[in-house]
Each structure stands twice: as C-alpha cells, then as structure tokens.
C-alpha cells in the first residue's frame, strides 16, 4: 500500500510562490511514478504535472508551463511541486498521485493511489 501525505498549501496573492511537497512511503519510487493533479470548485480534477518513475522526464500542463516546477529527493522519499507566478486560475485543492509503469502520465484514472488533498488559494 502506498501512503501519500501532501503539505505546504495555503493563501498567496497573486504573483507570488508556494512550494508543495509530497511525502510517500517505503519503496513508492521504485515501482510507481508520481503526479500532481488539482481541483478547483465545480471543475473536474486535472493534470498537472508529473515526473517518469525514474524521475528523469518531467511532464506540464500547458497552464503551468514555465511557472510549475516538479521535482523529487529519493532520499527523502518526497515529491515537490514549486509554484510560482501564481494566479488566482490556479486556486484549487491539489493532489499528489502515483500510478504504475507504463501507464498514461496524463490519464486521470492511470493513477492507483492519491493523497488527502491540500489547498491552495491565490488572491487578487
């Protein structure tokens, strides 16, 4: 079973950073790779950003694109999402998500095991 525990949301205005991190148990990066999703009120849950299971491709929405940065430390068994030039678009509760080798780094339903969620809220 993999355990995912997401931190380091909260309320930003608008231009400024965040650095979200998710931490993951035993051997999460030896077998599953990870993701971060988000979901805004009334909207589906969509792709953020992701990392290969080696951790050596990364993969952006094209909204993020050149502001979101994801990255991980195998040491510490932690993913990160770096956040920056926020915009209030990017208000949503984020998720960190892992999914097995060799399935669609985009697909939503690919990924097996999510963390709780944290929230964040850029302000104007």
């Known amino acids: 079973q993999v355990q995912l525990v997401e931190s380091g949301g909260g309320l930003v205005q608008v231009g400024g950073s965040l650095r979200l991190s998710c931490a993951t148990s035993?051997?999460?990066?030896?077998?599953?790779?990870l993701g971060w999703f988000r979901q805004a009120p009334g909207k589906e849950r969509e792709f953020v950003a992701a990392?290969?299971?080696?951790?050596?491709?990364?993969y952006y929405a094209d909204s993020v694109k050149g502001r979101f940065t994801i990255s991980r430390d195998s040491a510490e068994n932690t993913v990160y999402l770096q956040m920056n030039s926020l915009k209030p678009e990017d208000t949503a509760v984020y998720y960190c998500?892992?999914?097995?080798?060799?399935?669609?780094?985009?697909?939503?339903?690919?990924?097996?095991?999510w963390g709780q969620g944290t929230q964040v809220t850029v302000s104007s």
């Open positions: 998500a892992a999914r097995p080798r060799g399935s669609d780094v985009y697909a939503r339903a690919e990924y097996v095991f």
């Open positions: 035993g051997r999460t990066f030896s077998s599953y790779a």
């Open positions: 990392l290969s299971r080696l951790g050596e491709i990364t």
